[in-house]
């Protein structure tokens, strides 16, 4: 190892990054790059502010080589049709072809008594720093996750204008992009990210993704530096949401960095909550030390719930310190005031999970990146974990072989209640748990990847600093199907997590026995394909499953987006041969087959027809899967998680919504399945059954059965008052014979709702079921709707539609509502619809709010299509 385990909380003073810190900026505009076989001259010399960058191009930074590349139009996009073949692997080219320079001038001085740091939060893979005619890095800082920090109040100029050229290096080992899960495996030599080199969901990206691909800052402070600041809640007994509580335990430690030769003295202190808690501290000449504050007993706090329990509440902390009177770093924190606890239930023999003393059922998915080229904005973040909290999620996964997320990624994760598992960087493919024809190495050799464990615990530590006052982050893990090498993990377990954490549990790999006991063998996690939705609820898998997963193919609309005319044709299932005929294109984008489960709706005319009934299997399978599991919650199952929920290039499996933000129906049926109070229907036996998911006792719910034929006859199937006790399922009755009578010769609706005492809806659930010969037939058949569709403006950018289906007529069937813009009724992106994909009953009306960005002067229309009904646009209304 190159750094000894002993030295590793040594040097990590020296590598902390602020989370907001008092006076800081970003680097990420203005930037320019070039390859270093055009570039002769020595980072000295290129760094020098008379230099000339004349021939050199505009550099993206937060970025990569590929996107660099990108924007200058040097390359085609690698996410659409077959581009990404045109583009050089770095594997052939050697890394001298993905090594570049990126140059920025700024404008920055040092006054007195002021001291400016330069950071960077993730370089890939190595680098060397220079600004103004001076080389800040001694050595070639290496590693991919590792933060950097670098004080350059000596080396600004005088006049304030500044020149900074860093050069970065790809990965020193970059892997064969094989076909191979991680290619040829040797990728994961080095502590970086693993899917580059491809994996089942993903083409490699060709450049590894080299290049400065976090935030580069500069900060400004006094004389001392807070950083690293440590915020633990401890919220003891059982709590409920929305009452009196009382006091909770809050516990902040912070590090103090004096640049100075000479001892300071001065007041550190934090206030949240209008309590203001101090300490009086010297920070010894050119030392860090670490400050522990007085603890708070806050009274009746407030506190932060995982969605659909609760109020994610986020109180504001100030942090900082002051010597005589004058601020000299200040920091401010969002902070979740709970307490996460794991235990065995000895019933299911897995883990379940306790927030603020209170069991939580898992309802998770898993997360690879936002982005695969790393192209990560706060927008798109708060997008995505907003379509997971609109799923009725409650955890985020995030997978193994890609990232520590971005702490932009746990604010939204801390807004929006949910709570993550965050992996650590390795898995079984890479990493050696099976035998692989496609890798390079054998087994013993990749179970010791990466080569450098120490820079490996060394990135880890910082990164557990970076991002562990999170109310968000709920468990650490150690890898993707398989334990660290031993001398990683029993450090980053007994040593490392216990002195800069302590209060998240670590599991040791995402399908381990302390998870969920496997007692079924195998690796404990899938199924990944589409499935009979029976077998949902009647295959009993492991008790909390980290992976299983399923279809996700978009509609027509979104198929257009990355694939070219030539290649939009739908795969053909033929029945002789149970397999599919997929195109090229579709295949190379890891179409994931629908097989049989198609066949039922009709012969597949072309790709719009493919995308209509794909929809149909999307909500139905997700739906089915998150019931199927509900309806075991604490007899079979603590929680599972579903592989996956998004992709972050232009993939055609396992997404709720595509590359560009754009839901499908997959999101639909998991909202519906994954609602906290709802009534279901067993597709295994026909069982109407109910899942309260919330801590209080459902009294008086009014649940309503009702069956309608094609043409819209409604057949009552009950009607009475039920009650629910808390985070509990059970079976109310068998629909078996009535399904059986009534669905025989066309299939037929099933509408299940709950209603309070004010008759209001609160579980909405509408199934279509098979005729006796597993077809649907009669949907076919269907006469059709034209729905009265009514706007109302509620504000800019929120829009409240209203849909009416008259009296008489058949169910207005499975409509798909978009807001697109008015002249080329192309759809805006991203869009959250409060539901999407209804159904009408007859004479019943449904009103969905829509909230859309507003980037055009001229107001977008609503289009509304359906099954039954045929496209229309309709003007948004004041």
Known sequence: MKLLFANLFLVLHILAIPAMAQNSYELNKGWFGSPIEKVKDSGVKISQPGYSLKSWKPAVVPGTVLTTQLENKEIPDPFFGLNNEKIPDIFDTGNDFYTYWFVKDFTEQAKAGEQVYLHFRGVNYSFEVYLNGKKITQERPEGMFLRRSYNITEALQKNGSNRLAVIVFPPDVVGEANGGQGGDGRIAKNVAHQYVAGWDWIQPIRDRNTGIWDKVI???????????????????????????????????????????????????????????????????????????????????????????????YLYPMDLKFVENGVVSDQETLQVGIREIKAETNAHTNSKQIFVNGQKIFIKGANWIVSDAMLRFTDARYDAEIRFHRDMNLNLIRIWGGALTERPEFYQACDQYGLLVMQDFWGSGDCNGRWLDPKKKDDQWVRRQYPDDHGLFLESAADQIKMIRNHASLAMWCGGNEITLPQDIMFPLRDSILPQLDGTRWFVDYSNSDDMSFNFLGGNGDGPYGIQPLDRFFSHRTWPFNSEIGSVGVGDAVSLKRFLPAENQVPPIYNPLTRKEKVDPVWAYHKYIGYEQHLQPYGKIADMEDFGRKAQLVNFDQYRSMMEGFTAHMWDWYTGMMIWKTQNPWTALRGQMYDYYLDPNACLYGLKSGSEPLHIFLNRADSTVMIANNSFEHAYDQMMVLTAYDMQGNATSLGQSFVEMGPTTVRPILSLSKAIKEKALKEGMFLSLRLLDLNKKVVSDNFYWLADGEGQYSGLSSMAPVKPVVETKLLAKGKVAVTLTNAKGNPVAFFNRLSIVNSDSKERLLPVFYEDNYVSLLPGESKTVVIEYPTTSSKRPVVALEGWNVSEQFIPIKD
Do not use: C, F
């Not at 206030?271 to 522990?292: L, P, Q």
């Open 218 to 312: 500069i900060e400004k402070t006094g004389k001392v530096n807070l950083k690293n600041p440590h915020v633990i809640t401890m919220v003891p007994g059982i709590r409920k949401p929305g009452e009196s509580q009382n006091p909770a335990l809050i516990r902040v430690s912070t590090e103090l960095e004096n640049a100075t030769a000479t001892a300071v003295t001065g007041t550190v202190s934090y206030t949240i909550a209008g309590k203001t808690v101090s300490k009086t501290v010297t920070v010894k000449a050119n030392g860090t030390m670490e400050v522990d504050l007085p603890e708070l007993n806050l009274e009746n706090p407030k506190l932060w719930w995982p969605h659909g329990y609760g109020e994610a």
